[in-house]
């Protein structure tokens, strides 16, 4: 397949303009990922000390199961409890987060480093200091996803 890609800086709104001869499903999901591209997120209800929140996502540092409940951690370390489970939050998030645990889902931007740990695993320490690792099974797309080798 061709691509061509024009760089216009006085462009307001990105165009694409696929010609095709028919419908296969990865054209589908590529057509799905560019009309994604610039959305931004909902805002994400949330509870805290009984009182609910409207959290922007581009504010959450990461999100995990804790026990029976799904908690998020924003930018100044508060803890918000989630009423959605994990898989459906992954969905609404978008690329910049990802899953690096069965338990966890990171903002790729929020990272402060990651360090080797044991068995396999990775430490993780997110910009706000909350701590977590990254799990061997996700340990390569994690990698991938960072183009670190």
Do not use: W
Request: charged residues 30%.
């Amino acid at each position: 397949m061709k691509v061509e890609c024009k760089i216009d800086p006085d462009c307001r709104e990105a165009r694409a303009v696929l010609h095709i001869e028919k419908m296969t499903p990865a054209i589908a999901q590529a057509i799905s990922l560019l009309e994604k591209e610039g959305e931004k997120p909902p805002a994400l209800t949330a509870t805290r000390n009984g009182k609910t929140y409207f959290l922007d996502p581009d504010s959450l540092e990461l999100v995990r199961t804790e026990g029976r409940e799904v908690a998020c951690y924003d930018k100044l370390k508060c803890r918000y409890l989630l009423s959605m489970p994990l898989y459906e939050l992954e969905e609404i998030l978008g690329r910049q987060f990802a899953r690096v645990s069965k338990s966890t889902i990171i903002n790729l931007r929020r990272i402060s480093h990651v360090a080797a740990g044991l068995n396999g695993t990775m430490e993780l320490v997110m910009k706000n200091g909350v701590e977590d690792y990254i799990s061997r099974s996700y340990r390569k797309s994690f990698k991938e996803r960072l183009g670190l080798r």
